[in-house]
């Protein structure tokens, strides 16, 4: 039985890998991909906190977080789509419209 | 046998999500991302979250990756386009960032959490499955239900309406 702190440490692990994408990528869509990381580490630390409680409540809202994951690509590819149209490119460096 | 699995698994997101940051093309990235979700997934089922382990294969590996693919595939992005971050003290700004964040995680998971929960509580036999979660759903937490459909009708509005091209 593996305890429930290597779970965490796990996903400690892996959302800071998704900060790190976050921050060093320039590409457009690989920063999403490290937002989607982020998300799937803070799931693993409520399914095992989940367990551990031994109630489904952790379960329960990480099904809300991936409804939520889902309607955030939706909207969030379509932007992407639209800062392409506009841009001709997908670095995250050009979309300095609003850059103080 | 779960320490072993989970040490497998572990170790293949750990390594997938790494290739996710590092590789130079966005379609290599996106198909790491896939193994990565696929390994959580495993990872669900030592939990015993089996509903969501398959939510997860379905509604994140198969249909939000594809959309990602096939946006990357929309794009047609040319090789100069992702190079990585030039800027090297941003990039070592990033790495101490993310570095002093995981440490942290470690202090708390050290101090706090280690040996303080951990009671043996007796787990119900339908834990995780799709009844008990879907009898969770219907009661305590049918208002978030709820909510969560009319955000995706709006999430579907708000796609169709930004990708229109404008007449």
Redesign the interface.
């Known amino acids: ?10 996903s ?10 976050f ?5 457009v ?2 920063v ?3 937002v ?2 982020m998300l ?1 580490a803070a ?2 630390a409520l ?2 906190f ?5 109630t ?2 952790g ?2 809202i ?3 977080v ?10 969030g ?6 800062f ?1 149209r506009n841009r001709k ?3 995250v460096d050009d979309g300095n419209l609003m850059k103080w | 046998m779960e320490p072993y699995l989970f040490i497998i698994f572990g170790l293949m997101a750990v390594l997938s999500a790494l290739m996710v940051i590092l590789q130079k093309n966005p379609v290599y990235s996106a198909l790491s991302l896939i193994a990565t979700l696929g390994s959580i997934a495993a990872l669900f089922i030592l939990l015993k979250a089996f509903f969501l382990a398959f939510i997860q294969v379905i509604v994140y590996a198969g249909a939000i990756m594809v959309l990602f693919i096939f946006v990357i595939m929309l794009l047609n992005l040319r090789k100069d386009e992702f190079g990585p971050e030039k800027r090297k003290f941003q990039r070592l700004f990033a790495l101490i960032f993310s570095a002093f964040f995981l440490i942290e995680l470690f202090i708390i998971v050290r101090y706090a959490l280690l040996g303080k929960i951990g009671k043996t509580l007796t787990i119900e036999a339908d834990f995780g499955t799709p009844q008990a979660i879907g009898r969770l759903l219907f009661t305590d937490y049918l208002f978030p239900f709820e909510i969560a459909s009319i955000l995706l009708l709006i999430a579907m509005v708000g796609a169709i309406f930004l990708a229109r091209r404008e007449e």
């Open positions: 039985m593996v305890p429930v702190s290597y779970y965490i440490l796990l400690g692990i892996l959302f800071s890998i998704g900060v790190l994408g921050l060093i990528r320039r590409n869509l690989v999403f991909m490290s989607e990381l799937n799931n693993l399914v095992a989940a367990k551990e409680m031994g489904l409540s379960q329960v990480v099904f809300l991936m409804t939520v994951a889902a309607a955030e690509a939706g909207v590819l379509a932007i992407i789509m639209l392409y490119s997908a670095n």
